[in-house]
């Protein structure tokens, strides 16, 4: 199963660029098919084709896909899908939860990424978005069993077996030993005392006296 939706993007230069992508729902795979100023309904179904033999080539099976009622979606659209066996499933009117995923993503490519640059040109929009898509399939962690290299809930590794990535970061400081001691005073008579602390009070530099 898949889903499809836009999203816009501000250039510097006050221009607009809409952004069409895809998401398999069951390893959270994104696919950035194009960006373009003009999104007819010729070149969404360009778009639609090119998906198709993308996954041709990778041997992927897609029996449904998530839409909204965007009238950019035109019937040959539909009409590429279902000569694949791809049946298409509409959302209803004003109601962005039931395509969760895809705008979930979209918060997270806005937060990670859009927000932190500026996007002068649709190359340069392009560039970034295949950069992040590279990130967001192999490398970020997500919340799902069926994605590539699954790890466990308590596996907390980002990548598959040898990366980089999978090595450990987290460092944990040495524990120090700690010991009680008891202690006779004449003033105090006899009371326990942490012999770390003990030893940290003695190589504690003395500070001047002033005044």
Request: aromatic share 8%; hydrophobic share 35%; proline share 6%.
């Amino acid at each position: 199963m898949m889903a499809c939706d836009f999203f816009t993007v501000d250039t510097v230069l006050l221009k607009r660029i809409y952004v069409l992508f895809f998401i398999e729902l069951a390893t959270r795979q994104v696919h950035i098919v194009g960006v373009t100023a003009h999104p007819t309904g010729a070149w969404v179904t360009q778009q639609a084709r090119n998906l198709v033999m993308d996954l041709q080539d990778a041997g992927t099976t897609v029996t449904y896909l998530i839409r909204d009622r965007d009238s950019k979606y035109t019937a040959t659209f539909g009409a590429v899908l279902k000569d694949e066996g791809i049946a298409i499933t509409k959302t209803g009117v004003r109601v962005p939860c039931m395509n969760a995923i895809m705008e979930r993503w979209v918060r997270s490519c806005r937060t990670e990424l859009l927000d932190r640059i500026l996007i002068v040109h649709q190359a340069h929009l392009l560039h970034a978005l295949h950069e992040y898509e590279a990130f967001y399939n192999r490398h970020r962690t997500h919340r799902t069993p069926q994605r590539p290299y699954a790890r466990s809930p308590t596996d907390h590794r980002t990548g598959p077996p040898g990366h980089p990535t999978t090595r450990s970061t987290r460092r944990h400081p040495p524990s120090a030993r700690t010991c009680c001691l008891s202690c006779t005073d004449e003033v105090f008579g006899t009371y326990t005392v942490n012999r770390a602390r003990a030893a940290e009070e003695q190589v504690r530099p003395l500070r001047p006296v002033t005044g």
